[in-house]
Structure formats: C-alpha cells, structure tokens
C-alpha cells in the first residue's frame, strides 16, 4: 500500500517534551520496511530450529525477546518524521542488537565483539544526537521535512552532511568505520548474523538516502565523497574477505562489499543531484535501492545456509570442511543460488542491481559532447569488485561443500530440519524471481526513487525508460530455461554414468589433506593485496635432515581494528593511568572531593572583593 | 532475417576451425605437417560418443559446469555484431550482460574443478580466479573507451567503430585498446604467454589444470565451449582492428570470415613465436593492459 | 519565636561538635538521634499556627530520626559485636578544633553569601552549612560503616536546618521524600556493615577497596 506513488500519509502523536512527533509512511520508507518484515518472520521460523529451547535454556527466550524488539526499533525508525522518534527506534534497535550479539555470552570471543559493537554503535549514536541538535538549531523544529534552498550556510551544511556520513556510516559498515562488523556478525547466532547483515545495515542506508536528500543544494563533492567511499569500501571489503577462514566473518566482510556497491549508487544519485541530471538520480537510485533488497535477500540467505552448515558440521573454519553437498544437499543447492546471486551472475537479482549501477555510470560518461565524470572510472573498479567476489564465492563453496571432508575422522554431517530450510526457500525464489522478473519492480522503484527526490525534480523518468530491465528480464529467463532443460536432459542420462576415483593425472591414492585448502586457493590474491592486508604469518621452523611435525598459519586480522584502533586504546590507557592515583576505591576520598567542589562554588559566590577590603582596609 | 541465420550458423560452426588454423600454423612454423584443419571437429564428434565416467566425489555441479559453461558463451555470442552485421540480441547496457555471461562461464568451471576433490584443479581453478580479477577491469576500460566513441551502450553499436574514428583523434586510443583487447583474450583464452595449451605440466597449467578430470561429452562440451570462448573475442577484436566493410552482405561476410582467420593465424604466429611467462610475471602483464585500456581512456577524454 | 530557635541551633551545634570528639560507636549514635530529634520538631516552633500537615511530618521526622534510624544503626552494631571506631584519619582532638573551625568561618562569612532575610533567624545559615560540613567531615574521615552512616545523617540534618529557610515553600510530599530517602538510605548502610563484618570481620571500609580491581 505504502509503495504506491503519490503523498506520504503523516500522522502526528504528541510527546510533550519536543513538540508534536510525526510518523508517516511513505514509498521509500514502505520499501525499506519490505526487508525487515520478510525477514523477521523468516528468522524466527529458523531461530527456532536453530537456537532450540531445549538446548540453550538460558538464552533461547532472550534472543526470541531481543529479536522483536530489534525487528519493532527497525519499524519505528523507518515511519519516524520527528528525529527523537528516529533515535528511539534507533537505540532500541542498537542495544537489541547488542544483546542478540552476546547471545552466547560464555564464549570470550563472544563478548569481546559484543563490547566492540556497543563501543561502535554509541559513537554512532553521539555523532547522530549532534547531528539532530544541529539540525534543530538549523530549522527550528525536530521535524524532518527537507531544508528549503539557502535556509542555512555552508558550513552548517557541511557539518550536517559530514556528521550524518559519520553517524550512520558507522551503522552501514562503511570502512573505515566498519571494525565492529567483523566481529559482531561472526560471533553471532546465524540467523541474528542475517538479521544484522541482510537488514539492520540497510537502516544505516535508509537514514543516509533519507537525510542527505533533505538537505539542499548539494555540492558535487558530497557525492564524490561517497562514490569514493563506496568504491573502496567494495573493494576493500571484498580484499578481506579473501582471506578469512571462519565462514561468517567471510560473509560479514561481503556484506562490507555490498554496502560499498550500495553507496556507489547513492554516490551517483547525488551527483545527478549537483548535476540536475534526472537520469543519473534515478538510474543511481534506483540501483542503490534495488540492491538493498537483493542484498538483504541472499545475505540472508547465506548467512542461513552457513548457519545450516555450522550446525550440520559443528565447525566453522571452512580449511576443516569439505564435501558437505552429499550429506547436506539441500543446503548445497540454496547456497549455491546465494552464491550464484551475490556474485552479480546473469539470471539471478544480483545482476540486475549491478546492472541498474552500471548503466548509470557509463551513462556520465557517454553524454556525446559534454565533458566526461570521473564518477566514469568507479565502473571498472565494480567491475574488479564483482570478479573478486566470484573468485571469494568459488572459494567458499567449492571448499565447503565439494571435494572429500578434510577431516575424516569427524562425524558425518547431518542435514538440517525442515524448520531450518524452509525459511532459505522463500529468500531463493526471490533471488530468482527478481532476477527472471526485474520490470514488475519497475513501478516499485519508481515510487521509492520520487518519495525523497521529487523535492528538487518535477518529473523523474521511469526507471523502465533508462533501463532496458525487460530485455534483461528475458535474457535471464531464456538463460533458466536453457539450464533446466540441460538439467532435465542430464538428469535422464543420469543411469549411463560410470563411477570412478578421481583421475588427476594418474595420481594413485589421492587423499582428503591433498585437496587444495582455502587459505591456498586465496593465496594468489592474498598476494596480489598485501599491501592492505598484511596478513601475519607464522611460518614453520624446519631445521636438520629430520624435522619436527611442524605448522603453518597465516590470519589476515581486520586492519583497522587490529592495526589502528586497538595500538592507539592501548597508548591512550597508558598515557591516562597518570590518572589512577586520584581513584584509590576509597569512599572517602570521593566524599572529600565533593566536599571541595562544594566549597570551591560556595567560594564564587563570595565577593571576595569587598571581604578583603573591608578586613584589612579599614 | 538472413543475417541473423548466417550469424548464429558461423557462431555455432566456424568455432573449432579457428583452433585447426591456429594448430596447423604452429606446426607449419615448426615444420611439420600438423594435424588437419578439421581436426578439432573430429576430436569433439570423437568424444561425444564414448561413455561418461565421473569421479566418486563429483556432485551435480561438476555435470552442470560444462553445459552452463557452454550456454554462457554462446549467448555472450549472440550479443555481439560480426562486421557489420547486427547482433541478433542487443539492448542498452548488453556489454555488462557480455561480461559477466563470461563470469557465470568461469563461476561453473571453477565449481566443477572444484568438485572433483584434486589439488591440481584447485590450483588451476586459484590461478584463474586470480587472473580474472585483473582482467575484468582492463576489459571495462576498453568498453568505456569504445561506448565513448560511439555514444552508445550497445555492444551493436559500440563494436562497429567506424573508418572515421581511426582517423580523427581516437587513433590511439584504438590502438592501445586493441592491444589491451588482445593480451585480455590471450589470458581469456589460455594461450600462450599467459597458459599454454599443450602442456602436461599440472603444476603449471591454468585452464588444462582445471578439465583434467572431464571427460567423455563433457570434455567435449568444454573443448566446443572453449573455442566458442576464443571466437567470440576475435571476433570483438576483429571488429575494433579492421573497421573496413564495404556495403554489399555478399562481401562482407567473406570479409568477416578472414578477418578472423588472420588473427587466429597471428595467434599462431605469436604461440610459436614466444615462449610462455612465468608464472608471477602473468599479473604484470595483465596490470599492463589495465594501463593500456585505462591511458586509452584518459587520452580520450583529455 | 526566635529566641527558641536560636537556642536549638545552639544546641545542635554544639551536638556537632560532641559527635567529632568521641569514638564510642554507641554514643555517636544517641548524640545524633537526639539531634535529628530536636530537628524533627523544629517546624513546630517556627510556625506560629501550625497545620495539621506541619504538625504530622514533624511528628513523622521525630520518628524517624528520633527512633527509627537509630535503633536500626544500633541493631546492626549489636549483630556486629563492635564497640569502638577504629583509628580515624585525623585524632579526636584534632577533629574537634577542625569543627571548631569550620563553625566559626561559616558564622563570619556566611552572611557574605545573602541568603537569609531578616525574618528569620540569623543562625540558619551559619547552623546548617557548619553541620553539613561536620557531616563531612565524619563522612571522609571516620573508617567504620556506622560512622559514615552518622556522618551521612549529620549532613541531612545540615540540609534539613537549610530548608528551613523555605519553611512556607516545602510541600509535604517532598518533606515525606526526605524522610523516605534518609530512612532507605540508612537502611541499606546497615546491610553493607553488615555484610563486610561478615566479609572481613571488620566494619573497616577501606576493605572494600579491594573489589576496585
């Protein structure tokens, strides 16, 4: 209903303190509201086969509890047109998400990510209190309406965007604002790690689209700004995630990647903004917009799937699995779809956002006659991006699920319950879906694109006009056509088909620790990015005609976590414990320092002045 | 109507040709004699008739990495103009569809090297993920390039650059984008200096590493899918470097047809001629066509 | 009448200074009971017609601070079998000419601070800053738990004489408040003494300095 095009419908309630909030919905908030809502109940569904009561008594009721009430922050935030509603449903959202994070609050790891989130989340949300201040004292009023032409200076102008960046930058995930991603979504439950990826991410999206369009006049620099940002948090974010081998902070780093590619969109909308291109707005736009859905779609979805394997397997470094399809081939044929969608390939939705992102691109630069955009240069850059993450998802899936188990001796892994698999049906038949039908969200898109920026333009072209999403839509159905009939062809050949050991040029007993590992398959490109990576290496000793058993271990640590924040938190503890001896745990002392406060003020209250005077003065 | 038959008959037929013509160049070179012309044509029917063996540790993505390896380049064939002939399929932004038609070609031929459980297709399929990744972008530079001088989106249009563009000031950055086009198909395509096709050597290999345990149809599927692969980027590279038609369709097909047959003899040529790189010296070579395409582009839009 | 009130504010002073110089836990505890007592009825002497709401929290505060508090204060003594403070910071005497001191300089220069008129007495001021910081004084000074938790009530006594100032202007639910506050306060004083005798065997609460790290 909300995603019909046309006025937003606003409804006002009172809080005494801050004049009368507003909520209201319309189409670009309905669009945002789509995700939280679909998954909500999809996770839950999982959650139950996943986190079951029986087995973690302790924590089950609390993550069921923490999940509503993330999934109710989420939906206040998205109607919310008074900022202190906005941060309501923000901070319940948050601080939801912290304790959903801290679900297994026994394992160290655990809540040493849950601590580094907090840490991130309340700087985000100081950064955004700022932000609300100094747009009360911009406008004069908590309302977000947009800010007519001129209403306030450049600087102030400047400070909102550039606070507005920070705040919800570091809800996104941008980097360098993403250290606490990591962590937080590795040390997760799964389906909570989907949560987190696939849909709280995207609220930091929602409060950039919604506030860096009701600010006037942009100057093309903002939008260079983030077209910046999102290339290099793409292509960094997908770097890293080469060379991890736990499968969820591999996925946590894509989801980095993704809301890179997101940014590059919302990059190039704002610069048809400055431009008053109409085109570029809503090409970026909508391309921003639609990858927002398709990334809550099979992050979700992988994420679920690692969840499945995680429990199948009981692992979750990917160098100690292997093999998976045969005892879990369900949760094979999902991932796969994922997979195959989070890499942009033709018939599946990644695709079509990235294509929507791409037309817009090289559309700044085939203006004939006009001078050419830098913007022009981000589409290779997305390009490299998109053939690393193909590289990533071949690593994953191949070492997960194909080869021989690289530990033989473990139990075999057992399928997950019906419970857990019927949620990742829906997400992939969206995936394919969207990916076979992208013109029906044509009208969709369009509605969401005029919601924020009909305020500048009077007319905003159809996205069905810029982009030929009918053509693509038909390419990628012939495309599922021809597979399933080559399926169906093979599938009826299947009684012809003679079983062998693997050939491999005549090797004679090939075993499971012979199989190229993960950590090797990313070694290339590992190589390749050193420079940003700078994996540690701990590298084997291997001394005399008989060595030792010996070990080799390479970790690629977060960079800026690891290499920045933490070196700088130590010195900063070490410079202030100058400090400690003022705080000896005595209560005394504390009562003594009040009681000098109090007579230091009592003291500037006495004119000291005449005192003196009329002591000593007589 | 008659030219989109002709177009999708040379698409489907002419393909395993141009690997006997590279072939007997080589051995010409040599020489020897060499294999006939139409050998590669009797190797495919020759192991489409023998049984299928698949390895114990293979899943269903092993069967499907061939035939969608296969569907994928031939439908990138199809969105690309031979001479001046039209595409039979093409839309604002097909170039995008273009690459990453290739992508989902190389997506399944990794799975499935992947899946036979071997650490010489592990290796062959790390290589190839790496050298991927660089050439993509070289391969978008000369997109742009090419979508700048034609004002248009469509590969259609964008590939039948006409004489004219040679001669005013976008010769050079045709030039150098031919160059960057071609080191991009001879790393596409696994030739020499990137991969060399008839070697053994697993520990060297790339694209061979990757099929040794395909076998039966399905080698066969990935020998056809593999040349189709090769013609489909000649024939790119055919419509940058000789921008030459003359009106009349009996003409220019003849024209097409050799135009391609001499870059596959070039190729031979260039097989024999020098020996593979190493294997750490490939990555150089593929940043220098990232350069080649990129200071094409700068030049252009200077 | 002045006179009166004068004479009390006398009175607590010198209880002041009486509660600094002994190290008998007990005698602490009955030299502030019988000041918050006198406090207590205050609001009687000042009004000259007092309502029935003066009149019950004056009646209340008596209770409390009379009867009440103390008698819990000396309960938890009793279960902690400890009759005298420990070593304080500062010896007795010295702690006597430091309230001394403290008296004197808040009666020479309060009247620099303006805040009474002339209606009232001119000792409220002086009265109620010289107590709180007796209070203090037994607060920073004193180790055991139940010193502190008198020298916590001589400070509200303090603030209490302070109020006085506004004696039309203090609505009887905030008085109620005070008193609720200064009750659950105590009360859970006596808890930690308490547990830390039950802890340490001792009311010495520097010992629970050692749950700093």
């Known amino acids: ?618 | 109507m008659v030219d989109t038959v002709i177009h999708v008959a040379l698409l489907f037929l002419l393909p395993p040709f141009l690997l006997g013509v590279i072939n007997k160049t080589k051995a010409k070179l040599a020489g020897r004699v060499g294999a006939p012309l139409l050998q590669a044509y009797f190797d495919i029917a020759k192991l489409a008739r023998k049984g299928f063996v698949l390895s114990g540790t293979a899943t269903w993505v092993f069967r499907a990495g061939p035939a969608v390896a296969l569907s994928a380049v031939a439908a990138a064939g199809l969105l690309i103009p031979f001479g001046r002939f039209d595409a039979p399929i093409a839309f604002a932004g097909d170039l995008i569809l273009f690459a990453y038609l290739f992508g989902m070609a190389r997506f399944f031929t990794m799975t499935a090297a992947l899946d036979t459980g071997s650490s010489f297709e592990g290796m062959g399929a790390s290589r190839e993920a790496a050298f991927s990744c660089l050439s993509e972008p070289a391969l978008f530079f000369a997109f742009l390039v090419l979508a700048k001088l034609s004002g248009s989106l469509s590969l259609g249009k964008m590939l039948m650059v006409s004489p004219e563009s040679f001669a005013s000031g976008a010769a050079a950055p045709l030039i150098l984008i031919s160059l960057g086009l071609f080191v991009i198909l001879l790393a596409e395509t696994c030739r020499i200096p990137v991969d060399d096709p008839n070697t053994h050597l697993e520990l060297t290999m790339i694209h061979e590493a990757m099929i040794l345990d395909h076998g039966g149809p399905w080698l066969g599927t990935i020998l056809y899918a593999s040349s189709l692969k090769l013609f489909v980027l000649v024939a790119v590279l055919a419509n940058v470097i000789v921008p030459f038609r003359t009106g009349k369709a009996w003409l220019d097909w003849p024209i097409f047809v050799g135009e391609t047959l001499a870059l596959a003899i070039v190729i031979g040529f260039l097989e024999s001629a020098m020996a593979r790189l190493k294997m750490r010296r490939v990555p150089y070579l593929l940043v220098s066509a990232i350069l080649f395409c990129g200071s094409a582009f700068i030049l252009l839009v200077r | 009448m002045p006179d009166l009130l004068n004479a009390v504010l006398v009175v607590v002073l010198v209880l002041n200074l009486f509660a600094l110089g002994t190290s008998r836990l007990l005698a602490v505890i009955r030299i502030v009971a019988v000041q918050g007592a006198l406090l207590g009825a205050l609001p009687l002497l000042i009004h000259d017609r007092p309502s029935l709401s003066v009149a019950a929290a004056a009646l209340a505060a008596v209770a409390l601070k009379g009867f009440a508090v103390p008698s819990i204060m000396m309960r938890a003594l009793r279960d902690a079998q400890i009759k005298r403070e420990v070593e304080p910071l500062i010896g007795l005497l010295p702690s006597i000419v430091l309230g001394a001191l403290a008296t004197a300089l808040a009666l020479l220069f309060s009247g620099q601070l303006q805040l009474s008129d002339s209606r009232t007495s001119a000792l409220i001021v002086p009265a109620s800053i010289s107590t709180a910081v007796v209070g203090f004084l037994l607060l920073t000074t004193r180790y055991t738990a139940i010193n502190q938790a008198v020298g916590y009530l001589v400070l509200e006594n303090g603030i209490f004489i302070f109020g006085m100032l506004l004696v039309e202007a203090i609505p009887l639910v905030v008085e109620m408040g005070m008193l609720l506050d200064l009750l659950v306060g105590v009360f859970v004083i006596a808890i930690i003494a308490n547990h830390i005798n039950r802890a340490f065997s001792s009311m010495d609460t520097r010992r629970l300095a050692s749950l700093k790290e």
């Open chain 1, 1 to 618: 209903m909300g995603l019909r095009p046309g006025p937003a419908a606003v409804y006002g309630f009172p809080w005494p303190a801050a004049g009368n909030a507003a909520i209201g919905l319309d189409a670009l908030s309905a669009f945002f509201l789509v995700p939280i809502f679909l998954f909500g109940g999809l996770g839950s569904i999982y959650g139950l086969g996943y986190w079951p009561q029986a087995r973690h008594p302790g924590s089950a009721r609390r993550l069921q509890t923490f999940w509503g009430l993330a999934v109710a922050g989420m939906g206040l935030l998205l109607v919310a047109r008074h900022a202190l509603a906005f941060m309501l449903g923000w901070e319940i959202m948050a601080l939801s998400a912290f304790f959903l994070i801290t679900a297994e609050d026994r394992e160290a790891e655990s809540r040493r990510a849950g601590f580094i989130y907090l840490i991130a989340t309340h700087l985000g949300t100081l950064t955004l209190f700022g932000m609300f201040a100094l747009w009360r004292w911009a406008t004069g009023s908590f309302a977000l309406e947009p800010i007519a032409t001129g209403a306030a200076g450049v600087g102030v102008m400047n400070a909102l965007f550039f606070l507005a960046l920070i705040g919800f930058g570091l809800k996104a995930g941008v980097m360098p604002l993403h250290f606490w991603l990591p962590g937080a979504h590795a040390n997760a439950p799964s389906h909570v790690s989907a949560m987190l990826s696939g849909v709280m991410l995207k609220m930091g999206i929602y409060g950039l689209v919604r506030f860096l369009f009701l600010l006037p006049d942009p100057p093309a620099a903002w939008g260079g700004l983030v077209l910046v940002l999102g290339a290099s948090s793409g292509l960094l974010g997908v770097v890293f995630a080469i060379g991890q081998h736990d499968i969820k902070r591999l996925l946590a780093y894509h989801s980095i990647e993704n809301v890179g590619i997101i940014l590059m969109g919302l990059g190039l909308a704002m610069l048809g903004r400055s431009a008053h291109r109409a085109d570029w707005l809503v090409l970026g736009l909508a391309g921003c917009l639609l990858h927002v859905w398709n990334h809550s779609l099979f992050k979700s979805l992988l994420f679920l799937g690692a969840g499945s394997v995680v429990h199948g397997a009981r692992e979750r470094r990917i160098d100690l699995m292997g093999g998976l399809a045969g005892s879990m081939p369900w949760t094979a044929a999902m991932f796969l779809v994922g997979a195959v969608a989070i890499c942009g390939l033709p018939p599946l939705n990644g695709f079509v956002s990235e294509f929507l992102v791409y037309l817009g691109l090289f559309g700044t630069a085939v203006i004939p006659g006009a001078k050419v955009s830098a913007a022009v240069a981000a589409a290779p850059v997305l390009a490299m991006i998109g053939a690393l993450a193909l590289a990533c998802f071949v690593k994953v899936y191949g070492m997960v699920f194909l080869g021989t188990p690289r530990r033989p001796d473990s139990a075999p892994a057992r399928e997950s319950p019906v419970g857990m698999l019927a949620p990742m049906l829906p997400l992939a038949l969206c995936c394919v879906l969207i990916g076979g039908v992208p013109a029906l969200l044509g009208p969709v898109l369009d509605a969401a694109v005029a919601a924020p920026a009909l305020a500048q333009f009077d007319a905003l072209p159809p996205v069905l006009a810029l982009a030929p999403l009918g053509a693509v839509g038909l390419a990628s159905r012939m495309a599922i056509a021809v597979i399933a009939c080559i399926a169906a062809f093979q599938y009826l050949r299947a009684r012809r088909i003679r079983r062998a050991p693997t050939w491999d040029c005549g090797y004679a007993s090939p075993g499971p620790r012979m199989q190229y590992s993960a950590s090797s398959f990313a070694r290339t490109i590992e190589s390749m990015f050193a420079w940003a990576l700078r994996p540690r290496e701990r590298a084997p000793r291997i001394e005399g005609p008989f060595p030792r058993n010996a070990s080799l271990e390479s970790h690629v640590d977060d960079a800026v976590l690891d290499r920045l924040i933490v070196p700088a938190a130590r010195g900063t503890r070490r410079l202030f414990g100058w400090f400690r001896r003022f705080q000896q745990g005595l209560t005394q002392q504390y009562i003594l320092y009040v009681l000098v406060a109090l007579a230091l003020l009592l003291c500037t209250l006495i004119p000291f002045g005449d005192l003196i005077s009329r002591l000593f003065g007589r």
